[in-house]
């Protein structure tokens, strides 16, 4: 079993930063793709931006050139830094680690842009 426990969320303004931390308590984390997701009130849970065990990554459209995801596999980490921070990003954001037969998620941590 492998724990996810996120961190780093908060309210910024619109146009603010934040970094989000995602720690996983076991090393055999750094062979899985991670992810970020996030949940908007009365939305569906949506992937926002994934990374392979080698640091390939992939983001929504919505989040292009705004956030940057990353991993440091030594530590078991994983983050996002989220720049010119948007209302549309308020959400729950969920850390995420997967591979076929194994699904592992975070308990979220609430992101609020609001001025």
């Known amino acids: 079993q492998v724990q996810l426990v996120e961190s780093g969320g908060g309210l910024v303004q619109p146009g603010g930063s934040l970094r989000l931390s995602c720690a996983a308590s076991?090393?055999?984390?750094?062979?899985?793709?991670m992810a970020w997701y996030r949940q908007a009130p009365g939305r569906q849970r949506e992937l926002v931006a994934a990374i392979t065990s080698d640091g390939i990554t992939d983001y929504a459209d919505s989040v292009k050139g705004r956030f940057t995801v990353s991993r440091d596999n030594a530590k078991n980490m994983m983050y996002l830094q989220m720049n010119d921070l948007e209302a549309d990003d308020t959400a729950i954001y969920y850390c995420y680690a997967g591979r076929p037969g194994y699904n592992y998620w975070g308990q979220g941590t609430q992101v609020t842009v609001s001025a």
């Open positions: 076991r090393s055999m984390i750094r062979i899985y793709p």
